[in-house]
């Protein structure tokens, strides 16, 4: 049984910084990919970020040049810096590996 639980989310004000963490039990994810999604009130989950087993990675336009996903295999953890934050990045966080979900991170933006 694969465990994800996501942390690092809270209330930052715009312009702020914010790293999500992933950790994943249950399973070595060095071989494997790991996405980012995200879903804010009243919207459907949408992708974020993935990074493969190799460490190449991918972004949403909307998050290019302001988010870095990153992982630590050693660790089975997974990585989301998060900078230049706006209050559009509301949302709650959910990292997603095969057919596993995590429990999701809050994330919300004050302007």
């Known amino acids: 049984q694969v465990q994800l639980v996501e942390s690092g989310g809270g209330l930052v004000q715009t312009g702020g910084s914010l790293r999500l963490s992933c950790a994943a039990s249950?399973?070595?994810?060095?071989?494997?990919?790991m996405i980012w999604y995200r879903q804010a009130p009243g919207k459907e989950r949408e992708f974020v970020a993935p990074?493969?087993?190799?460490?190449?990675?991918y972004y949403a336009d909307s998050v290019k040049g302001r988010f870095t996903i990153s992982r630590d295999n050693a660790k089975s953890t997974v990585y989301l810096q998060m900078n230049s934050l706006k209050p559009e990045v509301t949302a709650i966080y959910y990292c997603?590996?095969?057919?596993?979900w995590g429990q999701g991170t809050q994330v919300t933006v004050s302007s």
């Open positions: 249950g399973r070595t994810l060095s071989n494997y990919n």
């Open positions: 997603h590996h095969d057919q596993y």
């Open positions: 990074i493969t087993s190799s460490g190449s990675t």
